[in-house]
């Protein structure tokens, strides 16, 4: 079953621009973690959060996690063609077990 | 390039045949999980090893088994396959349970 979901499905922005996905999970987490993946090919860790911090960055990259809402965004500024992928937030549970990966979000950047 | 190594990149076979999957951890990393990708179901938890141990179990049908080995490697076998068993699996390890996980490229699976 799915615990985090992505939104929006699907984004379509210019290079320059900034890209904000959300993800929403259901049940308490130890960590969560954002992941690209580009085209069926393997997935690229991007970050990881962990339940007791709100707010990291990587770069491009700033990932924010409130855990009262049981929600994250990852924003990526300055949006490249390189960019273009799906990313995917999955969510570690207390036991470190498996990650629940949402459906993703599918960000296609034009130049 | 993660660390993680998966063979084979690409495996086509005929319904009812058995395979195996191959996966190497990071060097390491103690933890190895198998995961399954599909157009239907999306990522999904397959099962887990730390250690030669099984941890975790998750979506993973009885026809599927997994092992972990002294070196840490893992091979996933797969029988009695079936149309829909055709999916992108992945491996991924990490060095505790509470780490990132890194994934590998991943066996794309073709049952004709």
């Known amino acids: 079953s799915q615990q985090g979901e992505e939104d929006p499905q699907a984004l379509s922005i210019q290079e320059g621009e900034n890209a904000t996905m959300n993800c929403s999970y259901k049940?308490?987490?130890?960590?969560l973690q954002w992941y690209r993946q580009n085209s069926g090919r393997g997935l690229v860790h991007l970050i990881l959060?962990?339940?007791?911090?709100r707010e990291k960055h990587s770069g491009r990259l700033r990932v924010t996690l409130d855990t009262s809402k049981k929600s994250s965004s990852l924003l990526i500024t300055a949006s490249r063609a390189a960019d273009t992928a799906s990313y995917f937030c999955a969510t570690g549970n207390q036991a470190g077990t498996a990650l629940i990966f949402g459906k993703g979000t599918t960000l296609s950047v034009s130049s | 390039d993660s660390g993680v190594t998966q063979t084979p990149k690409h495996l086509i076979t005929a319904t009812g045949q058995r395979v195996t999957l191959r996966c190497s951890p990071r060097s390491g990393d103690l933890s190895v999980y198998w995961y399954q990708q599909s157009l239907d179901q999306g990522l999904q938890f397959l099962i887990q090893y730390y250690n030669g141990e099984e941890r975790a179990k998750g979506n993973i049908l009885e026809r599927f088994s997994a092992q972990q080995f002294p070196d840490l490697h893992s091979e996933l076998n797969l029988s009695s396959l079936e149309l829909g068993d055709s999916a992108l699996y992945f491996c991924a390890s990490s060095v505790t349970r509470e780490e990132t996980q890194y994934f590998g490229p991943g066996t794309r699976l073709l049952v004709l």
């Open positions: 049940t308490s987490i130890n960590n």
């Open positions: 959060i962990r339940s007791n911090e």
